[in-house]
């Protein structure tokens, strides 16, 4: 939740501050919207027909097998780097490097 500021004059600014993330029952209104419309037009028949449809998916199953192997992919290079991290991180510098000429190139 976000505080103002105004910080004697200097400007206006929003302090964040740690707590429970209020965003997510605004997340739910549409859903609860269209389980209260389709309940009250179409009664318990409708409402169980809203679900089916929610999980009724029609896609191939080559995209079923690719979204797992993309995640896979993507949790491997993580694993990849954290790893073998140390050994290839652009930043740090090796001896013959002095640092500033290192840190320089990123200014």
């Given amino acids: 939740m976000g505080v103002v500021d105004t910080d004697g004059g200097e400007g206006i600014g929003v302090a964040t501050s740690v707590g429970w993330p209020t965003h997510l029952p605004g997340l739910l209104g549409p859903a609860v919207a269209a389980l209260a419309v389709t309940a009250l037009a179409y009664g318990r028949s409708g409402v169980a027909d809203l679900g089916r449809r929610l999980v009724r998916w029609r896609v ?34 090796s001896p013959a490097t002095p640092a500033s000429a290192a840190s320089d190139s990123f200014r």
Wanted: overall charge positive.
């Fill in 60 to 93: 191939g199953w080559r995209w079923w097998a690719a979204v797992p192997a993309i995640a896979s992919l993507a949790v491997l290079s993580v694993l990849v780097l954290a790893v073998l991290g140390h050994h290839c991180h652009p930043l740090r510098t």
